[in-house]
């Protein structure tokens, strides 16, 4: 019946049974307990601040130094300017085409 309703974006069977077993058992809900993980460490605040500053600093800076600098991981480092920063690498090019000229 839902896929009649809703087509491809239907919920599958296996979720819909999931769903109403948990609403049996007393949840409110459909979200998902809490788990119990590993925190995020590397991307704090005060992480993210301090490489929006050495940014500031010198834009030279490679994802390495900063993360040798922090002390954090080179996939948190670029996480942190890609996603909490929103930098993106810009191309440039250290030397222009040069043309032939035709009397050569």
Known sequence: MLVKVYGVDAVSKKYVFEWSKRFRDGKEDAKDELRSGRPPTSTTPDNIERVRRMLADDRRLSLRMIA?????????????????????????????????????
């Open 68 to 104: 040798e600098e922090l002390k954090i991981s080179l996939d948190s480092v670029s996480n942190i300017i890609h996603e909490y920063l929103q930098k993106r690498k810009k191309k440039v090019y250290a030397f222009p085409t040069l043309r032939r000229s035709s009397n050569v």
